[in-house]
């Protein structure tokens, strides 16, 4: 049986079986935050229990890393609508210690769309658009460093809030243990030496 039959037979159950009702919430975070963070599978689970958060608590952004690549992008966009249409008062960023962003080669992973059938010429004609797939599939080197750009990028993003809080930590996808990167109450980042 494949993924997507499986999932859609459990679901079927699942609906009929109400198991929903646990989960009923509105779609306003109860605790007005908005958390932009890895889609690392470590982390579907860990995250919330690590920070005490339920279904309706927050507004969950993920992408690869944690990693604001772009200010106007549709990572900045979903965080700027959760402040203005889903009354979120906070930020955070959550990044992680040994993301597979930080480990990413880029020439590697060209080699692989490559490998599964993406054509010389389509990378070529990326290229000649401005786009250079070697820098826009760079991850970085160190995470607090990584964590501290995206929050920055927020904090001083000319639609945000400046009363917004955006803080910045990294979890420990083993245990769950959060740093502390940047402290947005008092907009300072934290020495992680």
């Known amino acids: 049986m494949s993924v997507l039959n499986d999932i859609l037979s459990f679901n079927e159950n699942f609906v009929k079986n109400k198991e929903y009702i646990p989960y009923e919430t509105s779609n306003i975070p109860n605790k007005h935050l908005v958390i932009f963070t890895c889609m690392d599978t470590r982390l579907v689970e860990l995250l919330p229990k690590a920070l005490n958060i339920k279904n309706g608590d927050v507004k969950m952004v993920k992408n690869a890393g944690a990693v604001l690549t772009h200010p106007f992008g549709s990572t900045m966009r979903s965080i700027l609508v959760a402040v203005y249409e889903l009354q979120a008062d906070e930020v955070m960023v959550i990044g992680h210690h040994q993301c597979g962003m930080s480990s990413i080669n880029p020439e590697e992973l060209i080699a692989k769309l490559k490998e599964r059938g993406v054509d010389e010429n389509t990378i070529k004609t990326l290229e000649n658009a401005?786009?250079?797939?070697?820098?826009?599939?760079?991850?970085?080197?160190?995470?607090?460093?990584s964590v501290a750009k995206s929050v920055e990028i927020i904090k001083n993003h000319p639609l945000m809030p400046k009363n917004i809080p955006v803080h910045g930590l990294?979890?420990?996808?083993?245990t769950g243990k959060?740093?502390?990167?940047v402290n947005g109450y008092e907009n300072e980042t934290v020495d992680q030496r």
Not at 130 to 142: A, N, V
């Open 130 to 145: 401005g786009i250079e797939l070697k820098t826009w599939f760079k991850g970085f080197d160190k995470v607090e460093d």
């Open 178 to 181: 959060l740093d502390l990167i």
């Open 170 to 174: 990294v979890i420990d996808p083993n």
